[in-house]
């Protein structure tokens, strides 16, 4: 079995996966204060009460886009299964995979793992979108590169920002609001997030692809890609487990 873990940010996402699926994944908050020893608890309840044998673990692919968690995770993992095999996804791996790398010292490697899966699935001339922390869009041409990448403030990135440095305007649950004319303070936030970023997508996209002069297949991923992917003219795809499985196959070129 694989366990592929990827460290993001704001969560830390997991699965373990077996054959041809996966048996399960699961979602936690990324915390850099935790320890070693913490996230060892949290890691052995949950894999215990997802009926995971830890005997069955032969190899572990580690992403990390928080570099101060790659020691403790490999000194956990290390304790908690110590007969596997621990990867890091990093630049000296990438010359193995079936994409072209561009600036493999600055890209993130959960930006990676999405590329690799989005190509498998794909192919060439394919755009990944992670509603993340960061709103990433990351370009695939058609020689199988990565051509490169753009960045704007996630979601609840910018909803965190607006309550913060606002007296009177609350963190909310971003969902597709009834009206662009907010009736009330939530609505009003909801309309200007999820609408103005549902327009900054389809912008995105309709310069990337101006300029490529290429159609683009578009696949979108991250909770949120959910809430603005119906509203956009462009995203026809959405796979919420699209990092986990690019780790899936980064350790199956890796192994070979």
């Known amino acids: ?29 990324t915390d850099q204060l935790k320890t070693a020893d913490e996230y060892e608890v949290i890691f052995r ?5 997802g009926n995971i044998s830890y005997a069955e673990i032969a190899e572990i692919m ?5 570099p101060s968690l790659v020691r403790p995770f490999t000194e956990m993992l290390s304790g908690l299964i110590p007969d596997s095999n621990i990867t890091v996804v990093n630049p000296e791996i990438y010359e193995k995979l079936p994409i072209k790398v561009m ?13 690799v899966a989005a190509f498998q699935k794909f192919g060439n ?7 993340g922390t960061a709103l990433t869009f990351t370009t695939i041409g058609k020689n199988s590169e990565i051509l490169g990448v753009a960045i704007a403030p996630g979601l609840q990135t910018a909803v965190g920002a607006l309550a913060g440095k606002t007296a009177q305007l609350p963190q909310i649950h971003l969902t597709q ?12 936030i909801q309309a200007g997030v999820v609408f103005g970023f549902t327009g900054l997508v389809d912008s995105i996209i309709e310069q990337t692809q101006n300029e490529l002069n290429e159609k683009l297949n578009v696949v979108a991923t991250g909770g949120l890609s ?30 070979d």
């Open 1 to 29: 079995m694989l366990l592929a873990i990827d460290i993001g940010n704001t969560n830390i996402v997991f699965g373990v996966h077996k054959n041809n699926g996966w048996l399960n994944n699961w979602r936690i908050q």
């Open 45 to 49: 309840s949950l894999l215990l009460a």
């Open 62 to 66: 580690l992403s990390s886009v928080v």
């Open 103 to 115: 600036n493999p010292y600055e890209i993130g490697s959960d930006i990676v793992a999405n590329a």
């Open 125 to 131: 001339l394919t755009m990944i979108i992670d509603f």
């Open 177 to 188: 609001p009834p009206s662009i004319l907010g009736k009330n303070t939530i609505h009003a």
């Open 226 to 255: 959910l809430v603005i992917a119906p509203l956009t003219k462009q995203i026809k795809n959405t796979d919420q487990m699209l990092t986990l499985d690019g780790l899936y196959h980064i350790h199956s070129f890796v192994s």
